[in-house]
Every structure is written in structure tokens, then in C-alpha cells.
């Protein structure tokens, strides 16, 4: 599960960095969009990489699943009859609510793919002018879909601050100090990542990009 989460991770800091290049202008984010379609060539004929990233990217998020299900059947299957009487387990909110997050931000998924990938639900829709579809997306008018995006990165946040802790743990921090440290990383890093994704949205919102 810590390794298909770090997958995940690291092409959500890596779709960050792209996003931002809205800040540069049209010219400059529609150009990445159009090279994203290139990586490859010649080697690799059309859209090919994006293809195999979406391949992998799907067996990370099949396999950060079956993890997690496995998970907790070994959970249940451990204690099969219930406590009578169980004491409040001490725990954060990102930690309570792993398993909520993960449906809410697989559903958020199939509706981003839908509005900025395949275009069926954007106001614009057409591939070949990304830069549009973002500002169509975010404009003032649709300020629910802002909402709606805000409330998912915030999940995103919430469960990659447990996630990223719960996974230095499994890959070998024990101590302490290294816990204290691992849960200053983990919460600083989905700050930065969730500051970094709501940037483009509110600055659509706001008027500071059109």
C-alpha cells in the first residue's frame, strides 16, 4: 500500500507542476498540454506515453485498493467478534476518515477525467485549447465547481498528511524522533500540494487569470 501510495504521489506533484504553468499564459500551458501528446516520438507513435501512464497510474490505484482491502479484512478478521465496551482510540482526522477520503477522491477522479480529460462535462470541451478548458472550468458562474474542487484537493490533503506518515512507517521509520519528523513532512508536504492544486482554480475565480 506505502509503495502504490508514493506512485500516486509522485504524479500528483507532477500534475501539480504542470498545472501551474497555467500562471505563465496560454501560449506557455498550451504548449505543455501538446507536448504531454508528444513525449516519445518518434519512438513512441501519438499519444502513446499518455496511454501507458494511464495504464500504469490505473494498476497503482487497483493496487492502493486491493491493499487497502486487504488491510481491513486482516483487521476484521482479527478481532471477528466485537468489543463490548471499546475505548475512543486516540487518532487524527485524516486517520478516521482514510477509508471515506478514498471513495470521495475516486469519485472526484471520474469527474475530473470527464471535465478536463475526455471534455464531456466542461463548458468548452475541445483538446486542442487546454488552457480555455481551464478557464471555462473555474469562471465565477461556476463557482460550485470551484467548491466542489476545493472540497476534494482538501480530502486529497487529509489523506495523503495519514498516508504519507503511515507510509515512512512501513518502509522502516520506528523511532521517535524520526515519528515527530515524519509527521511535520507529512503535514507541511500535503500543505504545499494542496495550496499548489487550489492555486489555479481561485485565481480563475478571482479574475487574476482569464
Given amino acids: 500500500m506505502a509503495v502504490t501510495g508514493i506512485v500516486l504521489v509522485l504524479f500528483l506533484v507532477a500534475h501539480m507542476l504542470g498545472n501551474l504553468k ?22 513512441l507513435p501519438g499519444v502513446w506515453f499518455l496511454w501507458i501512464m494511464r495504464v500504469g497510474l490505473l494498476a497503482a490505484v487497483l493496487g492502493h485498493i486491493a491493499a487497502a482491502t486487504a488491510l481491513a479484512r486482516r483487521a476484521r478478521a482479527a478481532r471477528p467478534v466485537r468489543y463490548a465496551h471499546r475505548r475512543k482510540v486516540q487518532g487524527s482526522y485524516a486517520a478516521r476518515t482514510m477509508r471515506w477520503g478514498g ?3 475516486l469519485l472526484f477522479v471520474v469527474y475530473h477525467l470527464l ?27 461556476r463557482w460550485y465547481v470551484t467548491l ?46 494542496c495550496a499548489g492544486y487550489l492555486a489555479v482554480p481561485f485565481a480563475v475565480l478571482t479574475g487574476l487569470v482569464d
Fill in 103 to 105: 471513495v470521495i477522491i
Fill in 22 to 43: 497555467m500562471f505563465a499564459g496560454q501560449t506557455s500551458f498550451d504548449h505543455y498540454a501538446h507536448w504531454l501528446r508528444e513525449i516519445g516520438a518518434p519512438v
Fill in 115 to 141: 471535465d478536463l480529460t475526455t471534455g464531456t462535462l466542461n463548458p468548452v470541451g475541445d483538446p486542442s485549447r487546454p488552457y480555455a478548458n481551464v478557464v471555462a472550468d473555474f469562471a465565477p458562474a
Fill in 148 to 193: 466542489f474542487y476545493t472540497l476534494a484537493i482538501v480530502t486529497v490533503g487529509f489523506h495523503l498528511r495519514h498516508g504519507l506518515f503511515s507510509a515512512l512507517r512501513s518502509l522502516g521509520q520506528q523511532t521517535p524522533r524520526g515519528e515527530r519528523r515524519a509527521r511535520l513532512v507529512a503535514l507541511l508536504f500535503s500543505v504545499a500540494l
